[in-house]
Each structure stands twice: as structure tokens, then as C-alpha cells.
């Protein structure tokens, strides 16, 4: 059976293509003997603003843990920040930017956020398809002493 050209074509691009797009990623999170994947609570997918259903994780440390941190090859190449918040996630405590290309980084510890429960938000630089708006990705630190308000979990990468 012969197949008209059009046909095939468009056969041979679905097939290049998942049904669903596959959203800006997951971001790795080792913290002591911990390892976590986070999962985005916003981002954008094919131009258009996208927010999802996503708890972040909350991570029980010891006040010298080292928090490591990768991002997917196409978040280093646009760049990405990490934002530190406090308990709530209402107010921005700091901001370290990651080096340009770098999709691991390893220069923060418990030690280096002051109160002892904090969030860390990782966060896609902007200037996207959708402008302003960005992927993020956020997890819970919980040193001795600090409270969340939330019990402590673990989604440990398998």
C-alpha cells in the first residue's frame, strides 16, 4: 500500500514527539546521606505559563550538611539562581547565582542559612518563551531547633 507523502510526513514527526510535554525537569537535591528529586511547582511548557500540583519535599539536616544541587543540562545552558527563604516561603533571605553552564552546585551548606528551618528555591533564569515567568523549583531544610510546621519527609531518588 502506497502512502501519499503528507501522510508519512506526519507520521514521522509524531513519532518524534511525546503526546505530552515533558515540562522543565526535575532538579536533584543530596543533602548528608539524602537524595531527593524535586519536582516543579511552576514552569513554562511550549509558551505558555504552567503551574503544577507539586508538595516541596522537607529535609531534616545536620546544621554542617553540604546541599548539592543539579539541574537538567537545559536549565544550566538558559542559567539558574537559588533563592533562600524563610520558614513560610515569605521572605527572601538571600540569592546565590550558579555559574553560567553549571548544572551542579555544591557551595552551600546548613550552616549558611541563619534560621534553623529555610527553603531553598531553585530557580530557572528568566527570558524564556514565557518572559518574566520562570521554572521553580522549592524544598525544606529543617536543622535542629527549626520547625516548618510540617512533618519531615523524604522522597528518596531510587
Known amino acids: 500500500m502506497r502512502r501519499p507523502l503528507p501522510v508519512l510526513l506526519a507520521l514521522v514527526l509524531l513519532a518524534g514527539c511525546s ?13 548528608g546521606p539524602q537524595d531527593v528529586t524535586l519536582q516543579p511547582t511552576q ?6 505559563r504552567t503551574r503544577y500540583e507539586t508538595r516541596p519535599p522537607v529535609l531534616e539536616i545536620s546544621p554542617d550538611a553540604t546541599i548539592t544541587l543539579t539541574v537538567p543540562e ?6 539558574w539562581s537559588v533563592q533562600v527563604f524563610d520558614e513560610r ?27 534553623p528551618a529555610f527553603y ?22 529543617v536543622r535542629p531547633g527549626g520547625d516548618l510546621g510540617t512533618t519531615a519527609t523524604s522522597s528518596a531518588a531510587g
Open 74 to 79: 537545559s536549565i544550566a545552558e538558559r542559567g
Open 43 to 48: 514552569g513554562c511548557v511550549d509558551g505558555e
Open 120 to 141: 531553598l528555591v531553585i530557580v530557572e533564569d528568566k527570558g524564556g518563551d514565557c518572559g518574566e515567568w520562570s521554572a521553580a523549583w522549592p524544598v525544606g531544610f
Open 89 to 115: 516561603i515569605e521572605e527572601q533571605l538571600g540569592e546565590v547565582h550558579v555559574p553560567d553552564g553549571e548544572a551542579r552546585f555544591d557551595e552551600i551548606t546548613a550552616s549558611d542559612v541563619v534560621p
Open 19 to 31: 503526546s505530552a510535554s515533558d515540562g522543565p525537569g526535575t532538579v536533584r537535591v543530596e543533602a
